[in-house]
C-alpha cells in the first residue's frame, strides 16, 4: 500500500510543480495536456475553443454575494417590448368629401389617455390606440381606393372615428385598391 501511495503522489507533484519560464530558443512549457495540445496544433487544436481565460476578479474565499462591476443598462433592456394587434373589426361610410371609419372599442378596453394617434400619406391612413392594458392596436390602410387630403380622428366613450378628407369627390366603391391588403 504504501508503494502505491508513493507512486500515486508523483504525478500529483509534477503537475503541482510550477512551469519553467522559457530561456532564449526554447518552448514554453505547458501548464497541462490541453494547453499542450494548443500550443502544439494551433489554432486547429481540438480543444482551442477551450483555452479562453476567465478575466472575473480571483474569488477571495467569502461565500457572500457582492457586487462585481456595475454595467449601464443598453436601450434594449431599457425599452419593454410593445405587443402590437391589427384591427380587424371596422365599419365605414363613404360620404361626398370624405370617408368616415368606426372602431369600436369593444376589443380594445379603456384608452390611455392621449393614446389615439393617426399617421398617413396621400394613399395610407394608420391608427394607432394604446389601451391602458398595454397593447398597441394598429389598422393599417395602405393603397387607398384614391388620395386623401387629411386624416384626423374622433374619440368617443366606446368607439374611435377616422375620418379621411377626399382629394376629389366621387364615389369610393370600396376603401382600398382592388389587389391590396
Known amino acids: 500500500m504504501a508503494t502505491e501511495n508513493v507512486t500515486a503522489e508523483e504525478p500529483a507533484a509534477a503537475e503541482a510543480a510550477p512551469a519553467l519560464a522559457p530561456e532564449d530558443g526554447e518552448k514554453e512549457v505547458a501548464e497541462n495536456a490541453l494547453q499542450e495540445n494548443i500550443q502544439r496544433k494551433g489554432q486547429t487544436a481540438y480543444y482551442y475553443a477551450h483555452a479562453h481565460r476567465v478575466d472575473a476578479p480571483k474569488w477571495d474565499g467569502q461565500e457572500e454575494p ?17 405587443v402590437q394587434r391589427q384591427i380587424k373589426k371596422y365599419a365605414w361610410n363613404d360620404e361626398k368629401a370624405k370617408v368616415k371609419l368606426y372602431i369600436g372599442l369593444d376589443e380594445v378596453g379603456q384608452v390611455a389617455e392621449g ?9 395610407t391612413a394608420t391608427l394607432s390606440i394604446t389601451s391602458v392594458a398595454g397593447p398597441v392596436y394598429v389598422l393599417s390602410l395602405l393603397n387607398l381606393y384614391d388620395t386623401i387630403e387629411e386624416a384626423t380622428f374622433r374619440q368617443k366613450p366606446d368607439k374611435v372615428i377616422l375620418t379621411l378628407k377626399k382629394a376629389s369627390s366621387f364615389a369610393w366603391h370600396d376603401l382600398k385598391k382592388a389587389g391590396a391588403n
Open 66 to 82: 457582492r457586487l462585481l462591476e456595475r454595467r449601464s443598462p443598453s436601450a434594449s433592456a431599457e425599452a419593454p417590448t410593445v
Open 115 to 123: 393614446g389615439v394617434k393617426v399617421d398617413y400619406t396621400s394613399t
